[in-house]
């Protein structure tokens, strides 16, 4: 574990022979994943402009370039993976004339280096706003990186919380010819109207678009953007995954987790001049926005669309992140065990197993 500087913003690096990750210190952004054996080609997006530090941004100084909506502070500093908490989505106009910012209080703060060795280090922010506190501990092993975190509610009542791991893809790794997407997802509906049409992964639909009806397995090459899904993971499955398969560079990318931590998967996509991206965002909640929309519906189809964090309690939850060298030939993944030491991706058609070091 080293601390970095990425592209002009303080950082840190934790990596083995093997795979290398970099966080940033202010939002405490994945912001790269990188494969040592290949060509360094990060599926992670890192914007095309300039980045700060986002617990910097000033609208009066920084407004001309990246705007001066509720969405500016984060976008100054965003890149790759971020964590969304505690809501998805936009603040109400009093929440942001008070100063709140989308996505949650996290992507807006500096964390700070609480532990490192080999391989591993543990970060924490303090939410103020909030009354929160998050702890993450990242362990780079084999081709794969192990994150658990922790959330404790600092205040003394108990609140309803959105916990959405947002991860998004962008070139040279997102490529409409390129790259396939495969997930353990079952029905979903265009995000906000869960009472609107129901349609089947990878069918993706928006009343946000003029993108008709697509095949979500694919990156869209037709212009785009605002196209945002939510999807039911399986619940016949204790583990649920989404990955993504560059043909090109042969790699494979994905993710799993506990289905019960996150059991929705809302899938953002935009493809414009300026920005081509795939969100692949594993959530406790499919509802965008803080809590008067969060407590709007407690449940769709049965399955829980927030969880409610107790005065001072903690809650924690895991995921597994592996980038992993695949043959061209590969046609996708149908599954995803969970081994000791070790994670099984099932391909599809041939039924053939991956074996990836973890």
């Not at 399955?303 to 980038?323: D, G, M, R």
Request: proline fraction near 5%; charged fraction near 20%; aromatic fraction near 12%.
């Amino acid at each position: 574990m080293t601390e970095i500087s990425f592209r002009g913003r303080a950082a840190w690096a934790i990596e083995n022979d093997h795979v290398r990750m970099i966080v940033l210190e202010s939002g405490g952004h994945l912001a790269e994943i990188v494969f040592k054996q290949g060509e360094l080609v990060s599926p992670l997006w890192v914007q095309s402009r300039d980045t700060i530090d986002s617990d910097t941004y000033d609208p009066e100084i920084h407004g001309a370039i990246y705007g001066t909506n509720s969405e500016s502070r984060l976008l100054s500093g965003l890149a790759g993976h971020n964590l969304c908490f505690p809501f998805w989505g936009d603040p109400t106009t009093a929440e942001f004339a008070a100063g709140m910012t989308f996505h949650g209080e996290t992507n807006i703060r500096r964390w700070k280096l609480v532990e490192a060795c080999p391989g591993a280090a543990i970060v924490e922010v303090t939410l103020p706003e909030s009354r929160a506190t998050i702890k993450r501990r990242f362990r780079i092993q084999g081709h794969a990186l192990h994150c658990q975190t922790e959330a404790t509610n600092t205040s003394t009542w108990d609140r309803p919380f959105a916990w959405c791991e947002h991860v998004t893809i962008g070139t040279p790794f997102l490529d409409s010819g390129e790259v396939r997407f495969d997930a353990s997802l079952t029905k979903g509906f265009a995000t906000g109207h869960p009472l609107g049409p129901c349609f089947r992964w990878p069918t993706g639909a928006s009343h946000f678009s003029k993108v008709p009806d697509s095949d979500l397995s694919r990156f869209s090459e037709l212009r785009h953007e605002d196209l945002v899904n939510s999807f039911l993971a399986d619940t016949g499955q204790e583990f649920a995954f989404f990955t993504a398969f560059q043909k090109r560079f042969g790699l494979l990318f994905g993710y799993v987790y506990e289905r019960a931590d996150f059991p929705w998967l809302n899938v953002w996509e935009c493809n414009t001049e300026k920005m081509q991206t795939r969100g692949m965002e594993f959530s406790n909640t499919p509802h965008h926005g803080t809590m008067k929309t969060l407590v709007s519906a407690s449940e769709i189809w049965d399955v829980p669309t927030y969880e409610w964090l107790n005065a001072h309690s903690t809650v924690h939850k895991q995921f597994i992140a592996f980038l992993h060298p695949a043959p061209q030939s590969y046609r996708g993944t149908a599954d995803i065990r969970v081994r000791p030491q070790k994670l099984e991706i099932i391909e599809r058609e041939t039924g053939d197993v991956l074996e990836v070091p973890s």
